[in-house]
């Protein structure tokens, strides 16, 4: 048995490192941690405690498990993302510059995002877990030939975590869990001279690119609050991790005597945003349960992309400024016969950015969640879980440059971008869990 955990967790692992590439919630988050909480929307889930995978939205949840439990499964996520818009030349330095159409479609990649947990019982009031999965990751690469790549044609954040947690029973009413989280990260930013400019640069000269990786510890706690049989409240609180990501840069964007695949080794500060959840879970018949979710992610803490180069200095690579988000879900469970229970949610999550700010590597937005799904317990120890989920994203308006210097200068070089963005995304996750 541990053997075949342990060739599980590294198999997930190896998954997560290479398939955590699409944002599906605010800025880069990944919101796709289980089929199970898929199927509402997410909704609830600090309050929840479906199986172990529970446990990294709420450690404290672990105490509401029994005996030894594993779940394992993935996510499929198929995102539509278009940008549209023009590129006015004349607003260059060189202003005889024409304008051209801008325009690329469907330019995130499918990705599948795998998960596993484990849950041990210790004794009637401490229970442990171990998780692995992902909260950040997001790619998108609009390719040489887009108009606007002198803005960023390039951009890709990629996690993996792997949780230790426990949790304690303090008495009947109330449970409180906390944990460690090892986070590896790499992440890179590019920007590339477009076919018209102001300095005559071959198409696809590299102005701007960077990329690097690192590792991190971060904590999480939460609580449960269990009121009476029916109604239970949880909050749970994930830290702040900071990542330096160790690697080089290139491009005449940073020093003219870095081209041609010249680099120049460095760091770049990345911060993975503090986030918080209210939950509530409420069965209002033998039947029929609801659950609701508040969650806030601290994603005013990324202001900029700068690069500490080895033999250049400090070095803006692009500037951010967002904003912290919130998600607000609602959703439903019904207990059709004693082995099938259906789910449904509906979830608003705000954007990181606002219109000023939005820019062509991230077209960040609000989106509106539309969730269905269900679990059907095929043994006495063993259930299935599905989810789906449809993702409505906000038409959004793109202007670049946006008016801070490093805009500027590439506005400079091939104009001014003015475009929007639009797009939406499917999710599919299907879930095992096991308990022993």
């Not at 939005?358 to 120890?381: H, M, Q, V």
């Amino acid at each position: 048995m541990k053997t075949r955990i342990t060739f599980l967790s590294l198999a997930v692992g190896a998954g997560l490192i290479s398939a955590s590439h699409t944002a599906t919630a605010a800025g880069f988050q990944l919101a796709e941690y289980s089929a199970t909480g898929l199927g509402r929307a997410y909704a609830g889930e600090a309050a929840m405690a479906d199986n172990a995978s529970a446990q990294w939205r709420n450690p404290a949840m672990l105490t509401y498990l029994d005996g030894t439990q594993l779940s394992l499964g993935a996510i499929y996520v198929n995102p539509n993302v278009d940008v549209d818009g023009t590129v006015d030349g004349s607003k260059s330095l060189n202003p005889s510059l024409p304008t051209t159409y801008a325009s690329k479609s469907d330019f995130a990649d499918d990705v599948i995002i795998p998960n596993f947990y484990l849950s041990h019982q210790y004794s009637d009031q401490v229970a442990i877990g171990f998780a692995l999965g992902t909260n950040y990751g997001m790619e998108t690469n609009l390719g040489n030939d887009f108009a606007a790549a002198h803005f960023g044609n390039q951009a890709s954040v990629s996690t993996m975590e792997a949780n230790l947690n426990a949790a304690y029973q303090i008495n009947q009413d109330l449970s409180f869990g906390g944990g460690v989280r090892y986070v590896m990260g790499e992440g890179s930013f590019g920007a590339k001279a477009p076919v018209t400019n102001a300095q005559a640069l071959p198409q696809g000269t590299d102005l701007k690119y960077m990329e690097g990786d690192d590792k991190a510890w971060g904590w999480q706690v939460g609580t449960a609050w269990q009121i009476n049989q029916e109604h239970r409240i949880g909050f749970s609180y994930k830290s702040k991790v900071q990542l330096k990501l160790e690697g080089y840069a290139t491009g005449t964007g940073f020093d003219s005597s870095l081209s041609n695949g010249n680099r120049d080794n460095g760091s770049m500060d990345l911060a993975l945003p503090a986030t918080a959840e209210l939950a509530s879970f409420h069965q209002l018949t033998e039947k029929l349960a609801i659950h609701a979710s508040l969650n806030w992610t601290n994603w005013s803490s990324f202001e900029k992309l700068e690069a500490q180069l080895d033999t250049f200095g400090s070095k803006t690579v692009k500037v951010e400024n967002w904003q912290d988000n919130y998600r607000l879900a609602l959703g439903a469970t019904y207990q059709f016969d004693p082995k099938l229970a259906l789910r449904t949610g509906i979830a608003y999550d705000t954007s990181a950015v606002s219109d000023k700010n939005r820019t062509t590597t991230i077209p960040e937005t609000d989106r509106t969640w539309l969730s269905l799904g269900a679990s059907y317990d095929c043994t006495k120890n063993f259930t299935l879980d599905v989810g789906l989920t449809y993702i409505l994203a906000k038409d959004a308006p793109i202007t670049e440059s946006r008016g801070y210097a490093s805009d500027d200068t590439a506005q400079a070089l091939a104009g001014q971008f003015v475009g929007e963005t639009k797009g939406n995304i499917w999710l599919i996750g299907v879930q095992t869990s096991y308990r022993f």
